[in-house]
């Protein structure tokens, strides 16, 4: 083997195709990952999966939602005036949005999209088996995932998701918070790039065939 080969062999090594964001919570997460969904979007690439968002009436906040990424769909993820489902804190969890909209987003987005984004991997879309199904799936799948996860849960699934070799934690604070999805998106485009390069027969995910129902 020459020194070319022990070259390719540490460019490989080095790749990463599970980009993990963690941190305190408000510090941004969900901001630095929509930031770097936008861009790798911007490049052409297609990018599915589950966001979650804070929603505040009054100034207070009231719940979380979830946004399909591919097709818009919307749906609860906790809200404080739900009378069923787990409780965490103030809130209690809606189940049948989480995998109605949210695992289902994920699953979709594994199978017709180039990257799957998932926000966030914490306790309480960990109550749902059908999310934690679908994480596990685009975990193991080829695609490119781009995931927050829960800073202080204690998880099998976060926990061997931090120790895959193919995975990369990036740690969002207030100093790198606004440039961070920048080194993120370049990472996760080398990827997509190389993934071409290295199939350039292959099938293509535009954003349209992404977003199909």
Known sequence: MGILDFWLLGQIALQKRVLLLTGSPGIGKTTVLTKTVEALKAQGYSVGGMLSREVREGGARVGFEILDLASGRRGWLAHVN??????????????????????????????????????????????????????????????????????????????????????????????????????????????LADQKHKNPNGSSHPQNECSKP
Do not use: W
């Open 82 to 191: 739900l009378r069923s489902g787990p409780r965490v804190g103030r809130y209690r969890v809606n189940i049948p949005d989480l995998e109605a909209v949210g695992a289902a987003a994920i699953s979709k987005a594994v199978e017709r999209c180039d990257a799957v984004a998932i926000d966030e991997i914490g306790p309480m879309e960990l109550f749902s088996d059908r999310f934690k199904q679908a994480a596990i799936k685009a975990l193991d799948s080829s695609r490119l995932v781009i995931a927050v996860v829960h800073g202080k849960a204690q998880d099998p699934l976060i926990n061997e998701a931090r120790k895959r070799e193919d995975a990369e934690t990036f740690a969002v604070t207030m100093e790198n918070r606004g440039n961070l999805h920048e080194a993120i998106a370049e990472k996760a485009a080398e990827f």
